[in-house]
């Protein structure tokens, strides 16, 4: 099964795919925010060339468990991405993924400009990858 995670943003959106047996994530594309009409259409056209099966939207959860406004706003996404398309949504709780994304890119050598670029879908890449380690029995569908 070959998932894309998303790590949703106002104004930029990182994605990541898995291999087709999901068991490895990789970052795939930053798609930036310049309409929602462009947004979604961007985002749509990508699941279909990647032949996903299923989609992960990465859920952010404060340390201390409660939701913030950008909680509100990943699942206000997540409704309108599943009037959009008939996959499965699954969520998976993140909490520090664009802080353990930024780490990933310092420690592999970039700089803060060249980790700029990719940082969002490194963070999806955490995101997949936190998902596919987890047990079937765990994985939350929307």
Not at 9 to 38: E, H, N, W
Not at 47 to 54: C, F, L, N, S
Not at 61 to 85: C, H, P, W
Request: aromatic share 8%; proline share 3%; glycine share 6%.
């Amino acid at each position: 099964m070959k998932y894309l995670a998303i790590d949703y943003g106002q104004k930029r959106t990182g994605i990541a795919v898995s291999d087709t047996g999901g068991s490895m994530a990789f970052p795939r594309k930053t798609i930036l925010m310049r309409t929602r009409a462009a947004f979604f259409e961007e985002l749509l056209a990508l699941i279909e060339a990647e032949a996903t099966d299923a989609i992960v939207i990465g859920l952010p959860i404060n340390l201390d468990g409660e939701e913030s406004l950008t909680t509100r706003q990943v699942r206000n996404f997540s409704k309108s991405l599943a009037r959009r398309t008939t996959l499965p949504l699954f969520w998976m709780e993140e909490a520090l993924s664009s802080y353990e994304a930024e780490r990933d890119l310092r420690d592999a050598g970039r700089s803060a400009a060249q980790g700029r670029a990719v940082l969002d879908q490194q963070a999806a890449v955490r995101i997949l990858q936190s998902f596919l380690d987890q047990p079937e029995a765990k994985r939350k569908t929307i």
